[in-house]
C-alpha cells in the first residue's frame, strides 16, 4: 500500500514530469539536429565536403600524427610556394584540436575510428550541442518551453545546417555552440552577478577565440550590451562584477591563442571593450564617490554625475583616437570596412568581392534560410521589449546587430540564425501558451501565480500536473496580465494554424537541406530520366591521379579556389590556396592564367610550376568553372599589374565577355582559355550542335585550333571536368617558332670565328696592319680580305 | 625480384643444410626420350608446360628426377609444379635442392609417385609460371602505339639430363611478330613453333628471342596487404589493400582524353578489371584514401561474387593506383573448431585479376582476444614474421596478429592456409560484461551524485525549501488519505440506510473516527514541523485543519440526520432537504481545501 502510494506520488509529481519532458525533448532535438545533417553522408558518403573543410582536416590530421606542438610549430611548405605558410601561428586551431581530442578520447578506449570519421561527424555533433545551449539560453532570457522550442528550431533550422551537415568540417561548425554558449553563459553571469559564471563565460569566450575569428563578434556585443544597460540606468553591481571578471579573463585568455596574439590590445576592433571596461569602472568609481558625497544635493548630484560621466566616455573615445593615430592601435581592418559599405569590398578587396558567400543577401535567402521564423521574429523582439529587463536587453542587442550584418553578407546568415529561432520560440511560445492552456473545467484558476506558473509549457496540458508547479519555478517575472477567456473554438483554430505553420517549416527544412545543402561539391551526382543517379566524380579521379602519379614534390598552379582541395587530397604542393593571405602571389598566378602562353610560360618557369590545372565545365554544363571566374582573375591580376593585364582587354568592343568568334583576341588566346579548350574543338557533343560547343555557356566556342608551345596535356578527367597540363622543361635550344627567311642574297661574308682561325689570341678592328717597310694598306678590314681576294 | 630469388636460394639452403635428404646427386642415368614445351606467352606471364618423358637409363631404379631452371629467367621464377601424366589432379612433391658442382643453378627435385625402374619410362607434366619476363620495348611508347614486348628464353628444355627429342610451342598474344630467333622456327599465325631438335646435352642454352606486340594489360601488385580479422560472433572481415602498376611500356608525352574517349588507342592501358570475390561475401567496399571510389560494379553469382573495379583513372604504362577492397564473411565457413580448438582455413592469397602478378604480399591474421598457441601451416614456403598486438573496440590486452609475408605470386598460388589455435569459450563474454561493468559503474556514479550533497558550504534557503518541499509531500498524502476517509463515512451512511444495521454502523464509524484522528495528529504534527521552515505555510495548514473540522462537522451532522431518518423520527422528505444542504456545505468545503492545497 504504502510502496504504491509511492509511485503514485511519484508519477503525478510534476517536477519529475516535467524534466523527464524536457530532458527528453532536449534528446530528441538532439537527435533531430544530428540526424538532419546526414543527408550527404547517407547519399554519398562519409567524405569532407568542399574547399576549407579539406584544410582543417589536412591539419587535424597532421595534429593527430604530430602532436600538439609540433602543429603550432607546423611550417607547411607545400602550401603557398614557394613561400609556404606557417600554419600553427595563422589558424584557429580550435576545431582541430577538438576534433584530435575526440580522436585522442576514442582511440585511448581502443574505439578504433579514423580521424575522417571524427572531422565528418564533429558538425552534426555540435548541432546537437547548439540546440542544447540554445535551449539554456532561451529558458534563462524567458521561460522554459521557449527554450524546448528554441532548441527544436535550431536544430533543423536551414541557416544553420548549411554550415554544418555531416562533412562540412568548418570553424563554423563548432563555433556557434561556443557563440551561444557563451552568450548563455554571460546571460547567466548578469543575473547572477557572480565571478564563477563570469569565468565561465571567460573560458567560453576562449573556447569561441580558438574556434572562430567571428569571436569579435562576441567581444563587441558583450560591451555593447553593458554600455546600453548603462544608458538605460540599468546599472548594477551584478553587471559591474560580470563585466570586468569577464573582460579581463577573456582578454588574458584570447591572448593564448597564437593567431590572436596582441591584437586585442592593438587593433580597433577590440578597442570597444576596452572603452567600455574603463567607463564602467568610472561609472563604479562615481558610484562610491556618491556615497561619500551626502553633502551634495540632488540634483546637483545627478548633473554632476552626468557630467563625470560624459567627460570618462569622451576621455575613454578620445584615448583610442589618439592612439589610433599614433599607431599603436591599428585602424579597422578591409574586411570590417566591407561590413559597413557593400561597395567597399569589391573596389579595393576584389578577392573577398570575388567569394559568392560574402555578397549581400537576398531576401529571397532569407525565406530560404529561415522560413516562418523570419516573421515571428519581429514579434519575439517585441515581446521582449515589452518585458525588458538586463539580459532581454541583451537579446535585443543582438537580434538588431545580427539582423544588420546578415543583410551585409551571405555568410553572416549564420550569426543571424540562432537569435531568429530564440526570438521565434519566444512568440511562439507565448502564442501557444494564450491558447492552447485548456481552462475550461477550471472554475477557480484566477491566482496569476498558477497562471503564470504555466508559462512556456504548453506541452503539460492537463492541469491536474500543475498543482503544485510553484515549487519548481525558477523564472519569474511580472504576472501576464488577466487572461481574456476565448472561445474553444478561436483557441482551436488559432492552435491548428500555428501547429500547421510549424509543420509547413519542419517540411521546408528537411526539404531544404536535402536539395540545398547536403551536396559535398567534391563528388557531383546527375540523375537521369529514370531517375537513377550519375555520379561525376572527376574532381577526385584528377586529384587522385596527381597524388598517385606525380613526382611527390611537383608542384601545380590552379586558381586559388582549388587550393586546399590539391593539398589534401592530391598531397601536391600549391601556390596559392584559399588562405588568400597574399593577394601579390594570387594575382601573379592571375596574371599566368590571363597572359598569353610565352608571357605565362616566363612566370610559370619563375615559380617553378610542374603542372597546372583548370575546371572546365564545358562537356557537362557545370557553371562554376574556371571560365566563368576568370573575370575575377583578370581583375584581381589588374590590380597588381595594371600596365601587363587590363580588364577591358577581355571584352569585346561591345563590352560583353563572349568565348565564341565575337570574344576578343585576348581573351581567346590567353593561357586559361587555351588550356580549358585544347582539342575541344574537335569534340562533337551532340548531333544538333556543331563540334566545340560549350554546353555552360551555350555557345560554340571561338579558337579551335589550339595548340601548346610549352604544354602539354598530362590528364583529362573523364568528363574533362579537370584538365592538367604539364609545363615542359626547357629545351637545351629554343627553338624559332617561325622558319628562317631565305632570301637571294648572299651574305658577303661568311662567318668565321676568329678564335678558331690563325690568331686565336684575338683582334682589334680596324687596326693598322703595319708591316716594317710597307705603306700601310688601304685595305686593311680584315674580314673582307678573304672574300675580295675570291673575287 | 633478385631478393625473391635470393630469398629462394637462402631458403632453399636452409633447407639443403637441415635435411640433407634434400641434398644429392642428379642421377645421370635418366634421360629425357621426348620433351614437349609450350611456352604461353599470350598474357603478360610466361607459362611454361612441359611435358617429359622420361627413361631410366642405368640400372637401379629411382624415386625422383631433378629440375633444372633456365639461368636467363630464374629470377623471374614464380611456380614450379608437377603432376604425372596418368593422374592430373595429384600434385607431385616439388622441392628446391642443391647439388655438388652446379651451385648457381636453381635445382627442383621431383618425388615419383612410384620408382622407376630400370628401363622404364614415364610421363611428367610440369608447370611454371614466371613473372615480368617479358619487357617492353621500347620501354616508351605514345598513347597511339602498341605495345611490343621482348621474351629472352632458351631454345632448349635446360635440363640436367640428355634430351633426346624436343619441340617448343611458343603462342603469342597476337600475330604482328616485329622479329624472332630463326633457328629450325615455323610461324603459324599467332605461335612458332620450334624443334625438333634431336640428342641435345645437358644444361644447353642456346638463346631465343621474340619481339612481338602484346596489348594485354601488364598489371602488377606491387604491394598487397591481406588484414583478415577473425571474430568469434560470426564473422571475418577482410580488408586488402593494393598498390597497383601498370608495367608496361610507359606513356611517352601526353595523354589525351579526346583521342581516348574515341577508343582509337591506348590499346595497352587498363581501364578495369574483375576481381572474384568468394561468394558469401558481404557489404563490399571499394575505396582509397579519399573516400570511395564510385566507379565500380558488383555482380553476384552463384558461386562468386564478381566485383568490376575501375582505378578513378585508366592506368596507362607506368602509372599507379592505390586502393583498397574490403569484405565480411560468415565465419562457419572458414573457422572449424573442436573444443576450444580452432581451425581458421582461408585463401592465403585470393584472385585480384586474371593472370594477375603479385609483387610482394603480407598477410595479416587478427585473432581474438586470448587466442593462444598460434599455428600456422602454408602450402609453399612464407615468412612469418613476429607477432604482434592489435588493439580495437573494447579490447584490454590485445589481439594477436599473425604475419606473414611471400613475394612474387601469381594464380597458382591461391591456396588455402590453415591457422590453428586454441580460444577459450568464457572469453566471448569478457567485452559484453565490460560494456555492462561500465554502464553500472556510471549508473552508480549518477545515482550517488544525484543522492548525496557534496556542496561545500551549505545553502539555507534551498535546504530549507527541500525540507518544506518534503513536508509538503507527507502532508499531501495524509490530506489525500483523510479526504478519502470522508468518501468512506459516505459510504458507511448509505450502507446504513439501506441495511439499517446500526451496530455495524458504529463499528465501522468508530473506526473511521480512529483514523481520522490519527492523520489529523500526523497533520498537526508536520505543521508543527513546517512552522520551523515558513510560518505562512503554516497558517495555510492551520486553516486547512479548520477547513477540515468544519467538514468533520458536517459529517457528524449528516450522521445523525441518518440516524434520525433509520430511527424513524424524520420524514424522508424532510432528510432529503437537510441533507442537500448539507453535502452542499460538504462540497463547499472540499473545493476550497483543494484551492487551498494547491496553493501550497
Same mark, same amino acid.
Given at each position: ?17 516535467? =524534466?523527464?519532458? =524536457? ?27 568542399? /574547399? ?39 589558424? &584557429? ?97 548578469? *543575473? ?9 563565460? @571567460? ?36 553587471? /559591474? ?57 540632488? =540634483? ?52 573577398? @568581392? ?22 515571428? /521574429? ?20 543582438? @537580434? ?108 521546408? !527544412? %528537411? ?5 540545398? &545543402? ?13 531517375? =537513377? ?28 579556389? &582549388? ?112 588550356? !580549358?579548350? &585544347? ?9 544538333? %550542335? ?25 590528364? %583529362? %578527367? ?39 682561325? *690563325? ?33 | ?226 588484414? $583478415? ?50 561468394? #558469401? ?173 557534496? #556542496? ?119 432528510? $432529503? ?24
Amino acid at each position: 500500500m504504502a510502496g504504491e502510494s509511492n509511485i503514485r506520488t511519484a508519477l503525478s509529481n510534476p517536477a519529475g514530469w516535467q =524534466s523527464l519532458l =524536457s530532458f527528453s525533448i532536449l534528446a530528441l532535438a538532439y537527435l533531430a539536429a544530428f540526424s538532419s545533417r546526414l543527408f550527404a553522408v547517407i547519399r554519398f558518403e562519409s567524405i569532407i565536403h568542399e /574547399f576549407d573543410p579539406w584544410f582543417n582536416y589536412r591539419s587535424t590530421h597532421h595534429l593527430v600524427n604530430y602532436g600538439f606542438y609540433n602543429f603550432l610549430n607546423w611550417f607547411d611548405e607545400r602550401a603557398w610556394y614557394p613561400l609556404g605558410r606557417i600554419v600553427g601561428g595563422t589558424v &584557429y586551431p580550435g576545431l582541430m584540436v577538438t576534433a584530435g581530442t575526440i580522436h585522442w578520447l576514442l582511440n585511448s578506449l581502443h574505439i578504433t575510428v579514423h580521424i575522417r570519421d571524427v572531422c565528418v561527424f564533429l558538425a552534426p555533433t555540435f548541432s546537437g550541442l547548439t540546440s542544447i545551449a540554445t535551449y539554456l539560453l532561451t529558458k534563462e532570457l524567458w521561460s522554459q518551453g521557449a527554450g524546448l522550442l528554441a532548441a527544436c528550431f535550431i536544430a533543423i533550422v536551414p541557416g544553420y545546417i548549411s554550415r554544418s551537415v555531416a562533412g562540412s568540417y568548418d570553424n563554423e561548425g563548432i563555433a556557434i555552440f561556443a557563440l551561444l554558449f557563451t552568450y548563455f553563459l554571460w546571460v547567466k553571469s548578469v *543575473k547572477t552577478g557572480s565571478i564563477f559564471w563570469a569565468g565561465c563565460t @571567460a573560458l567560453a569566450y576562449f573556447y569561441m577565440v580558438s574556434a572562430w575569428g567571428g569571436y569579435v563578434y562576441i567581444i563587441n556585443l558583450i560591451p555593447l550590451h553593458v554600455f546600453v544597460l548603462l544608458l538605460m540606468g540599468r546599472f548594477s553591481y551584478r553587471i /559591474f562584477v560580470a563585466y570586468c571578471a569577464f573582460f579581463i579573463l577573456g582578454l588574458l585568455l584570447s591572448m593564448q591563442i597564437p593567431f590572436v596574439g596582441f591584437q586585442p590590445i592593438r587593433t580597433s576592433e577590440h578597442m570597444a571593450s576596452a572603452g567600455v571596461f574603463a567607463l564602467l569602472i568610472a561609472y563604479g568609481f562615481l558610484k562610491y564617490l556618491h556615497t561619500h558625497l551626502s553633502s551634495l544635493t540632488k =540634483s546637483e548630484m545627478r548633473s554632476l554625475f552626468f557630467f563625470a560621466v560624459a567627460a570618462s566616455a569622451a576621455a575613454v573615445l578620445m584615448a583610442v583616437v589618439y592612439l589610433t593615430y599614433a599607431g599603436y592601435v591599428a585602424p579597422w581592418s578591409g574586411r570590417f570596412y566591407s561590413l559597413y559599405d557593400t561597395g567597399y569590398a569589391k573596389i579595393h578587396i576584389p578577392i573577398i @568581392a570575388s567569394v559568392s558567400e560574402h555578397q549581400p543577401t537576398t531576401w529571397v535567402s532569407f525565406f530560404f534560410d529561415l522560413h516562418v521564423l523570419v516573421c515571428t /521574429f519581429p514579434a519575439g523582439v517585441w515581446f521582449c521589449i515589452k518585458k525588458i529587463n538586463d539580459e532581454r536587453v541583451f537579446i535585443v542587442l543582438y @537580434a538588431i546587430s545580427a539582423s544588420y550584418f546578415a543583410g551585409v553578407m551571405v555568410r553572416l546568415m549564420l550569426t543571424l540564425t540562432p537569435v531568429v529561432c530564440i526570438l521565434s520560440a519566444i512568440a511562439f511560445s507565448n502564442v501557444l501558451e494564450r491558447y492552447l492552456v485548456d481552462d475550461t473545467p477550471k472554475v477557480h484558476h484566477i491566482e496569476d501565480e498558477s497562471e503564470d506558473d504555466e508559462e512556456g509549457d504548453k506541452r503539460n496540458k492537463s492541469k491536474d500536473l500543475y498543482d503544485k508547479a510553484g515549487k519548481v519555478r525558477k523564472i519569474r517575472h511580472e504576472p501576464s496580465g488577466e487572461p481574456e477567456s476565448l472561445g474553444g473554438n478561436v483557441k482551436t483554430i488559432v492552435v491548428m494554424a500555428v501547429m500547421m505553420i510549424l509543420m509547413m517549416f519542419a517540411v521546408h !527544412c %528537411t526539404w531544404v537541406t536535402s536539395n540545398a &545543402y547536403s551536396s559535398p561539391s567534391v563528388v557531383l551526382a546527375s540523375y537521369n530520366h529514370d531517375g =537513377s543517379r550519375n555520379i561525376l566524380d572527376d574532381f577526385r579521379e584528377a586529384y587522385y591521379w596527381l597524388r598517385q602519379n606525380t613526382d611527390d614534390h611537383s608542384r601545380v598552379m590552379s586558381w586559388w579556389d &582549388y587550393g586546399y582541395q590539391i593539398a589534401g587530397m592530391a598531397n601536391r604542393t600549391t601556390l596559392v590556396d584559399n588562405n588568400t593571405w597574399n593577394n601579390s602571389h594570387i594575382a601573379l598566378v592571375g596574371k599566368a592564367m590571363s597572359s598569353n602562353e610565352t608571357r605565362a610560360y616566363e612566370i610559370m618557369k619563375a615559380l617553378d610550376v610542374d603542372y597546372v590545372l583548370v575546371i572546365f565545365g564545358g562537356v557537362i554544363g557545370y557553371s562554376g568553372d574556371d571560365i566563368n571566374k576568370f573575370l575575377w582573375m583578370v581583375r584581381i591580376a589588374e590590380g597588381e599589374h595594371p600596365k601587363e593585364i587590363r580588364e577591358g582587354d577581355y571584352f569585346t568592343p561591345q563590352g560583353e565577355f563572349r568565348v565564341d568568334k565575337a570574344g576578343s583576341k585576348t581573351l581567346l588566346n590567353c593561357l586559361m582559355y587555351k588550356l !580549358c579548350y &585544347y582539342r575541344f574543338g574537335e569534340m562533337q557533343l551532340d548531333f544538333r %550542335t556543331p563540334p566545340g560547343f560549350d554546353r555552360t555557356r551555350n555557345v560554340e566556342i571561338g579558337n579551335k585550333d589550339i595548340s601548346f608551345q610549352h604544354l602539354e596535356e598530362a590528364y %583529362t %578527367t573523364e568528363h574533362w571536368l579537370v584538365r592538367i597540363y604539364k609545363v615542359k622543361k626547357q629545351d637545351n635550344r629554343v627553338r624559332l617558332d617561325h622558319t628562317v627567311r631565305k632570301t637571294d642574297i648572299k651574305p658577303k661574308t661568311k662567318f668565321t670565328s676568329r678564335k678558331s682561325g *690563325k690568331r686565336k689570341r684575338g683582334f682589334i678592328k680596324n687596326k693598322m696592319l703595319i708591316k716594317k717597310g710597307k705603306r700601310p694598306s688601304s685595305k686593311n678590314k680584315k674580314p673582307s680580305r678573304k672574300t675580295s681576294s675570291k673575287k | 625480384m633478385n631478393r625473391a630469388a635470393y630469398e629462394l636460394v637462402i631458403f632453399g639452403a636452409l633447407l639443403a643444410s637441415c635435411c640433407t635428404a634434400n641434398q644429392g646427386a642428379i642421377g645421370g642415368d635418366l634421360v629425357n626420350s621426348a620433351v614437349n614445351r609450350q611456352i604461353d606467352l599470350t598474357s603478360q606471364l610466361a607459362k611454361f608446360t612441359t611435358t617429359i618423358t622420361l627413361e631410366n637409363a642405368g640400372k637401379t631404379a629411382t624415386t625422383s628426377f631433378v629440375l633444372a631452371i633456365d639461368p636467363s629467367l630464374r629470377d623471374r621464377l614464380s611456380f614450379i609444379g608437377a603432376t604425372t601424366k596418368d593422374d592430373e589432379a595429384e600434385k607431385l612433391s616439388v622441392t628446391q635442392t642443391t647439388v655438388p658442382g652446379r651451385t648457381t643453378d636453381v635445382l627442383f627435385r621431383v618425388d615419383l609417385p612410384k620408382a622407376l625402374g630400370a628401363g622404364q619410362s614415364t610421363t611428367v607434366n610440369v608447370e611454371e609460371a614466371y613473372t615480368h619476363a617479358q619487357t617492353p620495348y621500347p620501354a616508351q611508347i605514345t598513347q597511339a602505339e602498341d605495345q611490343l614486348v621482348l621474351f629472352k628464353g632458351n631454345l632448349h628444355f635446360y635440363s640436367p639430363y640428355k634430351t633426346q627429342s624436343e619441340t617448343t610451342t611458343v603462342k603469342l598474344a597476337s600475330n604482328k611478330i616485329e622479329s624472332h630467333t630463326k633457328t629450325k622456327a615455323k610461324v603459324e599465325d599467332s605461335s612458332i613453333v620450334y624443334g625438333p631438335f634431336e640428342n641435345v646435352e645437358a644444361f644447353s642454352q642456346e638463346k631465343l628471342q621474340i619481339h612481338y606486340e602484346n596489348n594485354t594489360p601488364f598489371l602488377a601488385v606491387t604491394s598487397l596487404v591481406r588484414v $583478415i580479422e577473425v571474430s568469434h560472433w560470426g564473422n571475418i572481415a577482410v580488408e586488402e589493400t593494393y598498390d597497383v602498376r601498370h608495367s608496361g611500356a610507359r606513356l611517352k608525352g601526353s595523354f589525351s582524353r579526346y583521342d581516348y574517349q574515341r577508343q582509337l588507342d591506348g590499346r595497352s592501358s587498363v581501364k578495369s578489371f574483375k576481381t572474384i570475390l568468394p561468394a #558469401a561475401a558481404r557489404d563490399v567496399y571499394y575505396r582509397d584514401e579519399i573516400g570511395n571510389i564510385s566507379t565500380s560494379n558488383l555482380n553476384e553469382q552463384d558461386d562468386a561474387v564478381e566485383l568490376e573495379l575501375r582505378p578513378r583513372f585508366p592506368l596507362f604504362g607506368g602509372w599507379k593506383t592505390h586502393y583498397y577492397i574490403g569484405y565480411n564473411l560468415p565465419s562457419y565457413e572458414y573457422l572449424y573448431n573442436s573444443g576450444d580448438e580452432y581451425a581458421l582455413q582461408m585463401r592465403f592469397v585470393d584472385h585480384v585479376y586474371d593472370d594477375q602478378v603479385i609483387d610482394d604480399i603480407t598477410v595479416k591474421i587478427i585473432l581474438p582476444e586470448g587466442s593462444k598457441n598460434v599455428d600456422l601451416s602454408v602450402p609453399f614456403p612464407v615468412d612469418r614474421h613476429p607477432d604482434e598486438l592489435h588493439f580495437t573496440y573494447l579490447d584490454t590486452f590485445g589481439r594477436p596478429v599473425v604475419i606473414a609475408h611471400k613475394s612474387n605470386l601469381v594464380e597458382q598460388h591461391i591456396q588455402d592456409f590453415t591457422l590453428r589455435y586454441s580460444f577459450q569459450k568464457l572469453l566471448l563474454l569478457q567485452e559484453p560484461l565490460l560494456v555492462v561493468f561500465a554502464f553500472y559503474i556510471l549508473f552508480f556514479t549518477v545515482i550517488i551524485y544525484v543522492r548525496l550533497d557534496f #556542496a561545500i558550504s551549505k545553502d539555507e534557503a534551498s535546504e530549507s525549501r527541500m525540507r518544506m518541499q518534503g513536508l509538503l509531500d507527507q502532508l499531501q498524502a495524509a490530506q489525500d488519505k483523510r479526504t478519502s476517509l470522508y468518501q468512506r463515512y459516505e459510504d458507511a451512511i448509505a450502507k446504513f440506510k439501506s441495511t439499517k444495521d446500526l451496530a455495524g454502523f458504529t463499528g465501522s464509524r468508530k473506526k473511521i473516527d480512529a483514523e481520522h484522528k490519527e492523520l489529523s495528529s500526523t497533520i498537526k504534527e508536520l505543521q508543527g514541523k513546517l512552522k520551523l521552515e515558513s510560518t505562512d505555510m503554516a497558517e495555510k495548514v492551520g486553516e486547512l485543519q479548520k477547513l477540515d473540522s468544519n467538514l468533520k462537522d458536517q459529517i457528524v451532522l449528516s450522521i445523525s440526520l441518518a440516524e434520525k431518518v433509520v430511527a424513524g423520527k424524520m420524514g424522508k422528505q424532510q432528510y $432529503i432537504d437537510n441533507e442537500k444542504v448539507y453535502s452542499a456545505k460538504r462540497e463547499d468545503i472540499m473545493g476550497k481545501t483543494e484551492t487551498l492545497l494547491s496553493s501550497l
